[in-house]
């Protein structure tokens, strides 16, 4: 064998670092992309990142009316369930002891306001009798709001019908003798060991659905979470128009002042550094000017595509494919992937993500065309809404109905998915009496 020099000519993609950043920006939600945008302006120094105007006009408002309701909101925001609770035991008589275990408990419940620790436990950790602990627990559970400090939910369900101005002793007794027979909706087995009529059953159910089963819910601080559409979808004289939020992203602007300021020098060194970094923003306001315009177009042609949903409503909703969408803007599948990931639309019928307009086909008898499997939820909702809740419909009624009146062929298992996507439950236990 003998060492030789060859030269080939060959075809091969290659992934430039700003080719990689463009792929990253097009999959970015608004939230990431801002942040994104902000730790680039840190990096270069000629970047300056300006909000939009009606951004900040809103943040003026919103700031505004905060200090106008800085009073109303010291109470509402400041309470807790633990402050409230310590707040009722402060006028309570108690010993240091009882006091100790107290407080523990208090600061041992979850956000619903249950008390999962286990009593050995917790008279371990504080070197007191189980008693003790078990006195303080009953103490605990006398407190507002009732229920709270329960170890399960069939126990805070009682511990609020047991303070009921008037009582209900037959609710008491289902729910602390038979609470899994009347929660798996066994009535008339439970009717006939009761010795009652099935309607007063139903009673004691539409008592229970007005009880609180998380006590402590309304002290949690919850996050609000809002959602900024990146694109908007307006009714206009040719039909639907599709307009780019720009609101939700600031402004690149470049810092051509400090640029002058520092490169009076006339240092090579500066200057080649700021060409670079102006090369990195040119390629950053180009990538960002693709990313906008790939998420208008793939909007356009779901508009196209999806025409009789923005007419009727989502129940309208037809089959769709990222690869139907992908081949007529001629780019590859993976690139509508990384447009739809995290991004919404305002539509007339509400702020949906992009990814709900993508749905699979449902075979329809006797038509050509198929329906989607959004549109079969949304009438299997429909049709529960209007039925009979004395003779609810089962899956299998269901199945039948949507081929009737739809022409939409599924099977019962199907139907019984798609219920359970819903979180609506099955027609037993839907039965009202």
């Known amino acids: 064998m003998r060492a030789e020099l060859l030269q080939q000519q060959q075809l091969k993609l290659s992934l430039t670092k700003e080719l990689t950043q463009a792929i990253e920006l097009l999959q970015y939600s608004t939230l990431e992309l801002r942040s994104f945008l902000y730790e680039q302006s840190l990096e270069n120094p000629f970047l300056e990142i300006r909000d939009n105007q009606r951004t900040e006009k809103y943040k003026r408002l919103h700031n505004h009316q905060e200090k106008k309701n800085m009073i109303e909101n010291i109470g509402t925001s400041s309470e807790t369930l633990a402050s409230y609770l310590l707040m009722q035991l402060s006028m309570a008589q108690l010993s240091p002891e009882q006091r100790r275990i107290m407080n523990y408990l208090i600061h041992s419940l979850d956000e619903d306001g249950y008390l999962r620790a286990d009593e050995a436990e917790i008279a371990n950790r504080l070197a007191v009798t189980v008693e003790a602990v078990q006195q303080a627990i009953r103490v605990l559970q006398s407190l507002e709001p009732a229920g709270v400090g329960a170890r399960s939910l069939q126990e805070c369900l009682y511990l609020q019908l047991v303070r009921l101005p008037s009582r209900n002793e037959l609710a008491e007794q289902i729910v602390l003798h038979y609470f899994l027979m009347f929660a798996e909706k066994a009535w008339k087995t439970l009717a006939k060991q ?12 539409d008592l229970i659905c007005t009880l609180q089963p998380r006590p402590g819910s309304p002290y949690a601080k919850a ?6 559409p990146d694109l908007i979808v307006e009714r206009c004289d040719e039909g639907f128009c599709v307009l780019l939020n720009d609101e939700v992203l600031p402004q690149l602007i470049w810092n051509s002042s400090y640029e002058k300021k520092i490169s009076r020098g006339r240092d090579k060194q500066i200057e080649q550094f ?17 990313r906008k315009q790939t998420l208008v177009n793939v909007m356009n042609k779901i508009v196209e595509k999806q025409a009789e949903c923005f007419e009727k ?8 494919t990222m690869r139907e969408i992908a081949e007529e803007l001629n780019v590859h599948e993976s690139t509508v992937s990384r447009t739809v990931k995290n991004k919404y639309v305002q539509t007339p019928y509400g702020t949906v993500e992009l990814r709900y307009f993508f749905s699979s086909a449902i075979s329809l008898a006797n038509a050509s065309e198929d329906a989607s499997a959004a549109q079969a939820k949304a009438l299997i909702k429909q049709l529960i809404e209007q039925e009979n809740k004395s003779v609810p419909l089962s899956d299998q009624k269901l199945a039948e109905l949507l081929c009737e009146k739809y022409g939409i062929v599924i099977s019962r298992r199907t139907v019984a998915k798609y219920r359970e996507q819903l979180n609506i439950p099955s027609s037993a236990k839907r039965k009202r009496y």
Not at 195 to 200: L, R
Not at 223 to 228: Q, V
């Open 194 to 205: 009761l010795n009652v009529d099935i309607k007063e059953i139903q009673q004691v159910a």
């Open 223 to 228: 996050e609000s979470h809002f959602i900024a």
């Open 274 to 290: 700021i060409k670079e970094k102006y090369q990195q923003f040119e390629w950053l306001v180009k990538s960002l000017e693709q």
């Open 313 to 320: 409503g989502f129940s309208a909703l037809k089959p769709l």
